[in-house]
């Protein structure tokens, strides 16, 4: 694994101080050193095609830019599944189970409306047309927030410079200040989260794209993406890395809905990204081979807990 950058570095004490002030996750290091043991480098690697445009996706002109651009945008919007009813009860909006499944097929109705931000659409042009496709979407009007500001053709342009000067001429760096710059272009969408959950991810896919269209990348210094799964799994009975405190417990049993600042959510996305960064540089792996491996394992779980598969963040 390559040398963190000091972004990096920080990123990881803060979530490590995160971790010293609370005492609702706790983390076996004996069960984490065991688990690193087991890790292997996959041969796997999704490419995400279905996320985005058969534009984007085109063998023969392949456009890294734009699906880096549909990429961010689709991961903007991934977030928001878990709703409150009336009764106060944690519902999810979703297809098949799966809220990712449900905002795909979003997606792939707004393109064939011809109202695809930035591509189809400027900022003015948004509310007319996507908002009648939003009915019956939790959220519908932070998700027309965010479909605006990729509609912006500045936004469009400084994503687009961002992206040509992470290429070193070998491979484009997608690292940690990578994922930093690109919150601050769209704080609607990927920013306003100390974890950078959304930009992370939006990295880790692009990687996952250009790899399968023979981009070189490099994210040795990118962290995982803090998302509700991956705490899922380092619970789980046969891993045993992470454990919840009673409180926490009953809370996620109870479906209780937790605000994304929350003290516990903060809690387990920490632990999730310092077991991750242990894990990485324990077994040599990146953090896209410990981000992969893990959430394909939450899909697998045979002792699963059932409460954890409620999101604890809103969006």
């Not at 989260?193 to 790899?211: C, E, R, S, V």
């Not at 929350?262 to 960064?277: I, S």
């Amino acid at each position: 694994m390559n040398k963190a950058s000091q972004t990096h570095r920080q990123f990881i004490e803060n979530c490590e101080d995160i971790l010293k002030k609370q005492s609702d996750v706790s983390i076996n290091d004996a069960a984490l050193q065991a688990f690193a043991q087991t890790l292997k480098k996959s041969s796997f690697v999704p490419d995400w095609q279905e996320y985005i445009s058969p534009a984007a996706n085109n063998a023969a002109l392949y456009d890294f830019t734009r699906a880096f651009y549909e990429l961010a945008m689709i991961t903007a919007q991934n977030g928001g599944f878990i709703y409150e009813d009336d009764a106060g009860h944690a519902q999810k909006w979703g297809k098949d189970g799966s809220g990712a499944k449900a905002m795909v097929e979003k997606m792939g109705e707004i393109r064939d409306a011809t109202a695809l931000p930035f591509y189809d659409l400027v900022p003015d042009g948004v509310e007319d047309k996507i908002a009648p496709l939003l009915a019956g979407v939790p959220f519908a009007e932070k998700r027309l927030k965010i479909f605006k500001e990729f509609a912006d053709p500045a936004n469009h342009k400084k994503a687009a410079a961002l992206l040509a000067n992470a290429y070193d001429g070998t491979a484009y760096k997608l690292d940690m200040d990578f994922v930093k710059h690109l919150a601050d272009i769209f704080p609607e969408g990927l920013g306003n989260d100390p974890f950078f959950k959304k930009a992370t991810l939006t990295a880790l896919m692009l990687a996952g794209n250009g790899q399968h269209h023979g981009v070189k990348t490099d994210v040795s210094d990118l962290t995982i993406a803090a998302d509700y799964i991956l705490p899922q799994v380092l619970n789980a009975d046969h891993v045993g890395i992470l454990s919840f405190s009673a409180d926490l417990t009953k809370d996620l049993e109870d479906k209780k809905l937790l605000g994304e600042n929350n003290a516990k959510v903060a809690a387990l996305r920490a632990a999730a990204v310092v077991v991750c960064d242990r894990l990485a540089n324990l077994s040599g792996l990146s953090a896209q081979d410990i981000d992969a491996a893990l959430w394909l394992a939450g899909r697998k779980i045979k002792d699963a807990r059932p409460h954890m598969m409620c999101k604890t963040m809103r969006f």
